[in-house]
């Protein structure tokens, strides 16, 4: 039986993997941090299964910022693989607390390596959460592994710290890390404080009734959104490639947060117009289709024609934006047989029905 190390285990990339790993029949560890509240409600229902927690999955407290904890749980562990997908992950919030961005994004991939090099675990693959937020101001499209980083933001530098020196331990002591530059990726177990998230939950509480209207950023901002579960199947494959190399993995296509917004609400039956411009535009109603809602989530709404569900509040701007993203995953097709195959609609009509479903359960 292999054993996985995971970081960032109750993170939504984190919960996914461990269900993977569980069912290709993984020992998984899962690193955690010592809260005065419980956090580990995206694993929950592997926390509570009896068959599983401390049989086959063990949660474990550390920290990256703590190296004296990463060298005791790798020798206590002795793990085989290890997924690093701990992080301050909100590129907005890294502009608010740069220094502990640095400390956990950069600097804790740097200890887990050296920790590794210093407790001579030299068997084990490393799998790196990189990010398309290394290309930031973008020199090409789409990106790939050989495009040049241009990072924007306290995030997108620490990232390409770790990046580095992911490719420098690999050259220079010959350890298996690899680097999975990830674009967008979404679920209904997003971060509530993430765009696609914060969207489908406020269209959620606006169709029943119990939200005002949804406030935020850059509209015009492009990604490439893809299907988070998906994506930890490639990080999976990344570590049982027979070398250790970079894999960009994106769905190809990219669309904005507007676009995005339009989705959700047409899944539910309600097509947006947009009036104003900048920091003025608003999304209004335009119709509802309200034969969807009724029979499809048996829900009855009181939004009508006219009514604003979208503003634009300046705060949710970035010091320096990062317009388009978009990714090539050519070599992740090629050489590891992974392509996205959820695209942007039924993302967001996933994410918007959990929503719903979760939002409808509050109210009973």
């Avoid at 503003?311 to 047989?337: M, W």
Wanted: charged residues 25%; hydrophobic residues 40%.
């Amino acid at each position: 039986m292999k054993k996985a190390l995971v970081t960032g285990i109750t993170g939504q990339d984190g919960s996914y993997l461990a269900e993977l790993l569980l069912e290709k029949g993984y020992e998984v560890h899962g690193i955690i941090r010592r809260s005065s509240s419980f956090n580990t409600g995206r694993i929950d229902h592997l926390y509570k299964n009896p068959e599983i927690l401390d049989k086959r999955l063990f949660l474990h407290f550390g920290d990256l910022i703590d190296p004296s904890s990463l060298n005791r749980l790798l020798d206590k562990i002795e793990p085989d693989e290890i997924y690093n997908l701990a992080a301050q992950s909100h590129v907005k919030v890294s502009f608010e607390i740069p220094d502990y961005t640095a400390q956990v994004d950069a600097l804790g991939t740097l200890r887990f390596l050296d920790a590794i090099r210093e407790t001579g675990l030299r068997h084990v693959k490393f799998y790196q959460a990189s990010t398309s937020e290394l290309y930031g101001l973008v020199q090409e499209v789409p990106q790939s592994e050989t495009t040049p980083f241009y990072p924007r933001s306290p995030y997108g530098v620490s990232k390409l710290f770790a990046y580095w020196t992911i490719v420098n331990y690999r050259e220079a002591y010959g350890i298996f890390a690899a680097n999975g530059i990830l674009f967008n990726h979404e679920s209904p177990r997003r971060g509530n404080t993430f765009v696609t998230k914060k969207i489908t939950r406020g269209v959620a509480q606006l169709v029943l009734g119990k939200g005002g209207t949804i406030s935020l950023g850059n509209l015009n901002a492009r990604r490439d959104w893809g299907y988070a579960p998906e994506f930890c199947e490639g990080m999976w494959r990344m570590l049982q490639h027979d070398s250790a190399e970079d894999f960009v993995l994106a769905t190809g296509e990219e669309h904005s947060v507007r676009e995005f917004v339009e989705a959700v609400f047409l899944r539910l039956g309600i097509i947006i117009e947009w009036r104003g411009s900048g920091v003025e535009e608003q999304g209004l109603v335009h119709s509802v289709d309200r034969s969807i809602l009724e029979k499809e989530f048996g829900i009855s709404t009181t939004l009508m024609e006219g009514d604003q569900v979208v503003d634009i509040n300046d705060k949710y701007f970035r010091p320096t934006e990062v317009d388009r993203l978009i990714g090539d995953a050519s070599k992740a097709k090629r050489l590891l047989g992974w392509e996205a195959t959820t695209r942007f609609s039924d993302l967001a009509s996933l994410m918007i029905e959990a929503d719903l479903l979760a939002e409808s359960a509050k109210s009973r």
